[in-house]
Nanobody, 126 residues
Framework: QVQLVESGGGSVQAGGSLRLVCAASGITKREYNMGWFRQAPGNQREGVAVSVIGRRDTYYADSVKGRFSLSQDYAKNTLYLQMNSLQPEDTGMYYC???????????????????WGQGIQVTVSS
């Protein structure tokens, strides 16, 4: 059973930075998709950034390109999301998700993922 544990997050002022960490266990394949989704109160969940672990392909939402970046530690099944130049609209609950088979056009579509973490809050104040 795949399990995902998130850490990092917290509160920061606009323009600041945070790093999210997601550690996976129970992974049984050499390549898999792993990424971050977020949901603000009253909004739908949206894909933020996804990486293909083992291949380093990355996919970003337009709203975070140039500000957020993914990195991975393959040996530890861990994914990092560095978030810079944070804005109040980045506020929300951030969830780590993983799945083995996700087609390229749907990398940032949450319904394609079966495994989810508990979520971690990110709050950006103006």
């Amino acid at each position: 059973q795949v399990q995902l544990v998130e850490s990092g997050g917290g509160s920061v002022q606009a323009g600041g930075s945070l790093r999210l960490v997601c550690a996976a266990s129970g992974i049984t394949k050499r390549e898999y998709n792993m990424g971050w989704f977020r949901q603000a109160p009253g909004n739908q969940r949206e894909g933020v950034a996804v990486s293909v672990i083992g291949r380093r392909d990355t996919y970003y939402a337009d709203s975070v390109k140039g500000r957020f970046s993914l990195s991975q530690d393959y040996a530890k099944n861990t994914l990092y999301l560095q978030m810079n130049s944070l804005q109040p609209e980045d506020t929300g609950m951030y969830y780590c998700a993983a799945d083995y088979h996700v087609p390229i056009p749907k990398k940032l579509v949450g319904s394609e993922y079966d495994h989810w973490g508990q979520g971690i809050q990110v709050t950006v104040s103006s």
